[in-house]
Nanobody, 127 residues
Framework: QVQLVESGGGLVQAGGSLRLSCAVS????????MGWFRQAPGKDREFVAV????????LYADSVKDRFTISKDNVKNMVYLQMNSLKPEDTAVYFC????????????????????WGQGTQVTVSS
């Protein structure tokens, strides 16, 4: 059974930083791309960032490029999202997720290409 547990969300002022963490219970963690999506109230879940299974590729949404950084630790089975220069429009529930397909060279930005999801962690940025 694959489980993902996010942590690190909270309330921060605009311009501040947060680091989200995701603990992944998965024997074959190294074989799958890991991603972050977010969902604001009344909006669809949207892509934020993803790292390929081998760490060779990282993709970011245009809205977070140069502010957010995704990383993962294959020894600890952890995924991180470092968020800097936060803006009120970054306010959302952030979800960690795993690729539906193993060994995908170029990871996808589509939500339907991911299968296991965490419960989410709330990030609120005040102006």
């Amino acid at each position: 059974q694959v489980q993902l547990v996010e942590s690190g969300g909270g309330l921060v002022q605009a311009g501040g930083s947060l680091r989200l963490s995701c603990a992944v219970s998965r024997r074959d963690f190294d074989d799958y791309a890991m991603g972050w999506f977010r969902q604001a109230p009344g909006k669809d879940r949207e892509f934020v960032a993803v790292m390929s299974y081998n760490g060779e590729y990282t993709l970011y949404a245009d809205s977070v490029k140069d502010r957010f950084t995704i990383s993962k630790d294959n020894v600890k089975n952890m995924v991180y999202l470092q968020m800097n220069s936060l803006k009120p429009e970054d306010t959302a529930v952030y979800f960690c997720t795993t690729d539906r397909h193993a060994w995908r060279v170029l990871p996808s930005k589509r939500v339907d290409q991911y299968d296991y999801w965490g419960q989410g962690t709330q990030v609120t940025v005040s102006s």
